[in-house]
């Protein structure tokens, strides 16, 4: 069995109480958390540089064991002296003669009907888009995790109810389900040390 479990982790994921878990039911297993790019995480499970990975979907299950953890509200980021904060919740109607950035990063591929297209080139990743919408430029939709992840204090954000949910779910090559990725399995679906697989 090898001595280090790689994790691939996409950006917003959370998995600390699993880590914690780990730590106590595998001391002999050092799991080391690996950074991945959305655009990324499909190729570093087919290459090996990961043995599992927090994964946001939808993705090309082909080869793959996927199992969805669970859903992540959207929400819209807007500058703090934004109208839009004097609600506790939006929908896409709100968002209507908007500036809607999407970052080359995006993982919703949200649209919304009515907003109006930026007149500069969409920002490389969710921090320099969540930054333009901070200097008062526009709005963007990301999961809730994005949002708290890159959190400034002069952008707020609101649940967007009729946007979409975004699924996060670990995955793993279906022909390297090794005995640690058996074991992490185990620990994300709350299988006690002591009960059997089943």
Not at 68 to 81: F, G, I, N, W
Request: hydrophobic share 45%; proline share 9%; glycine share 8%.
């Amino acid at each position: 069995m090898p001595t280090t479990f790689l994790l691939g982790a996409i950006p917003g994921a959370t998995p600390g109480k699993w880590i914690d878990t780990w730590k106590e039911r595998m001391p002999r297993t050092s799991l080391e958390l690996v950074a991945l790019a959305v655009a990324e995480q499909r190729r570093a499970l087919r290459d090996g540089e990961v043995d599992a990975a927090l994964v946001r979907l939808p993705m090309d299950k082909d080869g793959l064991h996927v199992i969805p953890l669970y859903d992540e509200v959207p929400v819209v980021v807007c500058a703090k002296e934004s109208h839009l904060t004097a609600a506790d919740e939006l929908d896409m109607a709100d968002l209507v003669g908007e500036v809607l950035i999407v970052p080359e990063d995006d993982v919703l591929g949200v649209r919304v009907p009515g907003a109006v297209e930026p007149r500069f080139a969409p920002p490389a990743d969710t921090a320099e888009a969540i930054a333009t919408v901070a200097a008062g430029v526009g709005i963007v939709v990301v999961p809730m995790s994005l949002a708290r992840l890159h959190q400034r204090k002069d952008v707020e954000y609101r649940p967007l109810l009729d946007g979409p949910a975004s699924t996060v779910a670990l995955a793993w090559p279906a022909d390297r389900t090794t005995p640690a990725v058996d074991a992490f399995v185990g620990i994300v679906r709350g299988r006690t040390a002591n009960s059997s697989r089943g």
